[in-house]
């Protein structure tokens, strides 16, 4: 355990010293939540029917969503992509420790560090100028937090899975420009989930893309409370579980038939 | 029983092959030739706890490949290996535990860490008690003189700090064996002599076991006393250097640089045959048993004005080129053979 820790500590302080990504990232995504919330803006001035979401809710999803963005920028892990092309990957079988571990802890702090870094000057400054609101209410607070731990490690366990990938893939490329798109769709980023149509709900209730940030949002809003938030909470570490063990039987997989490029 | 033991391993790869040319990538869309090459065609050997192994062969021969067995990396088709009792890709996390293994060609420290947060960074991963770490570290920094590195990011290192950066890095759990695979590719001399010493020094003073491949027959020659020969996957050669090079040939080679141009077209001599020649510089071979250094030199000085010249041994890549030949004819020529599939 000691050694996942120390190496989640040191990710941590190499990722912690891009700073000016996160800078530019904040700008991007300030710029982007302003956007969203003129555009829903508009949409809730020209419709008089009755929402499945208020606007004031609609507008802190949104904000908070910004907050949280990089829990839906997935891709397989670029240094392990690396490691792979030039076989380097070799040494990290040399280690005493369990690869799947190992890959799942450099993909959580690959998120939990630039998330930090930006989530909360967004989530102030949105408080401060564009209405955002805090949790509704305590219990609301502390499930929220419970899901944004569920969101990073989903988020996690799907990065493993796209960084497992690469065995096969090597270049990672291509796995790494298509898993956006379903991702942007399904994720509630472009439009808040509830919105969606009717038809559709069952669909996305089931993918595991809405656990990400969908979830903690709505936990946040109180929009899934009670029975309902204790079922979104169990999609959520359930579909945690399900992609550990997926990935865990690839990777195992793909190691038996390892080949080290280079030589 | 000795630490390593190593019986019919077998290990090929897939490896698609695509006929050149914009036709041959169009049908390779449509149906994959995949060619079978056999990296180890049953190699067997044993090694004893405290030997250093020189394990060499041309590129391609399977060394590599063994070593990656061997710490557990890669999982063969089928043979047995057993190494401190246990087999390296079944109880591969607590078996690289206990071994140290340096890839010359790449790193195993933290690219942007300091060197000392990559030792401190594998203390944890490997477990190693905070009082053995200390007392190791300080011995391997003192030994490959690391003081003035352990600040600096790994990145800026240079070739020669980083490998002995590596060769810490590999040994900070203090392991029973290591495996080296090509540790002073790309070095300059001073490195090279520093790695060498290090290597020489480890083994005897401290009895670990090193199995070392390279490329560089001075590396063998200055450390090894025992050297594996392995060719086509398949283990050509098992004995000390001079054994080796007894088994392969007596000849010796004498290379004759001329005083002036005039007698290039008809230089020879009826005991020495010509290997090559380039400008004014002639390479013969000979057998010592036939004609003696002395009359050959004395005789070549009375026929040509000669300006300069000298007596060697065949280098030792010739000799294991040649046992690598011999190795190719006598398993029947090519062994890769070609599989047409569909995929």
């Known amino acids: 355990m000691k050694a996942y820790l120390a190496i989640l500590s040191s990710r941590f302080r190499i990722l912690i010293q891009y700073r000016a990504a996160a800078l530019a990232g904040i700008g991007t995504q300030l710029f982007f939540g302003v956007v969203r919330m003129m555009i829903f803006d508009a949409f809730y001035r020209s419709s008089s029917a009755l929402q499945p979401m208020t606007r004031e809710q609609v507008i802190t999803y949104i904000w908070l969503g910004q907050a949280m963005l990089l829990l839906t920028m997935l891709a397989a892990d670029t240094d392990v992509a690396a490691m792979i092309r030039t076989g380097n990957v070799a040494y990290e079988m040399t280690r005493p420790i369990d690869l799947y571990s190992l890959w799942f802890t450099r993909a959580l702090s690959g998120r939990a560090a630039p998330l930090l870094m930006r989530a909360i000057p967004i989530f102030l400054f949105a408080g401060l100028f564009f209405g955002l609101r805090g949790p509704a209410s305590v219990a609301a607070g502390v499930m929220f937090v419970v899901s944004l731990l569920g969101g990073l490690l989903l988020a996690a366990s799907m990065t493993a899975l796209l960084t497992i990938s690469l065995l096969w893939t090597i270049s990672g490329e291509g796995i790494s420009r298509l898993a956006p798109a379903p991702i942007f769709f399904f994720s509630g980023i472009a439009i808040p989930l509830p919105l969606f149509p009717g038809w559709l709900q069952w669909f996305i209730a089931v993918l595991p893309i809405r656990g990400l940030i969908d979830t903690p949002l709505r936990i946040y809003l109180d929009h899934l409370a009670g029975a309902d938030a204790v079922a979104a909470l169990a999609h959520q570490y359930i579909w945690v579980l399900v992609l550990i063990i997926a990935g865990r039987a690839i990777l195992a997989r793909g190691l038996r038939n390892l080949v080290v490029q280079g030589g | ?343």
């Open chain 2, 1 to 343: 029983m000795p630490q390593i033991v190593v019986e019919n391993l077998v290990k090929t790869f897939q490896v698609a092959a695509r006929a050149p040319g914009l036709w041959g990538s169009f049908k390779g869309v449509f149906k994959r030739e995949y060619r079978e090459v056999r990296a180890l065609d049953t190699v067997s050997f044993s090694i004893e706890q405290g030997e250093l192994v020189g394990y060499i062969g041309p590129n391609g021969a399977g060394k590599s490949t063994t070593v990656k067995i061997l710490s557990g990396i890669l999982v063969p088709d089928s043979g047995l290996v057993s190494v401190m009792g246990r087999t390296p890709w079944v109880d591969r996390v607590e078996y690289v535990g206990k071994i140290g293994v340096v890839f010359g060609q790449r790193t195993q420290l933290w690219w942007d860490l300091p060197v000392i947060e990559s030792f401190d960074l594998l203390r944890d991963i490997y477990a190693v008690p905070e009082n053995k770490y200390r007392a190791i570290r300080d011995e391997l920094i003192a030994m490959l003189d690391l003081r003035d590195l352990l600040d600096i990011t790994v990145r800026q290192l240079s070739l020669g700090q980083r490998m002995r950066c590596d060769l810490a890095a590999a040994l900070l759990h203090d392991p029973e064996l290591l495996f080296l695979d090509e540790p002073t590719i790309g070095l300059d001399a001073v490195s090279k002599l520093a790695v060498r010493e290090f290597i020489g020094h480890l083994n005897r003073g401290r009895g670990v076991t090193v199995i070392l491949t390279t490329h560089d027959m001075d590396d063998i020659e200055a450390l090894c006393r025992r050297v594996l020969v392995i060719g086509n996957g398949r283990i050509l050669s098992d004995g000390t250097l001079s054994d080796l090079r007894a088994s392969v040939t007596r000849e010796r080679w004498l290379t004759v640089d001329l005083a002036d141009d005039a007698s290039l077209a008809t230089f020879a001599d009826p005991d020495a045959q010509l290997i090559r020649q380039e400008g004014r510089r002639f390479c013969l071979a000979f057998d010592p048993k036939r004609v003696s250094v002395p009359d050959l030199i004395a005789r070549i000085a009375r026929n040509y004005s000669v300006h300069d010249l000298f007596v060697e041994n065949p280098p030792i890549e010739v000799i294991i080129a040649r046992i690598y030949a011999q190795g190719h004819a006598e398993a029947g020529g090519a062994r890769a053979s070609p599989i047409g599939r569909s995929h």
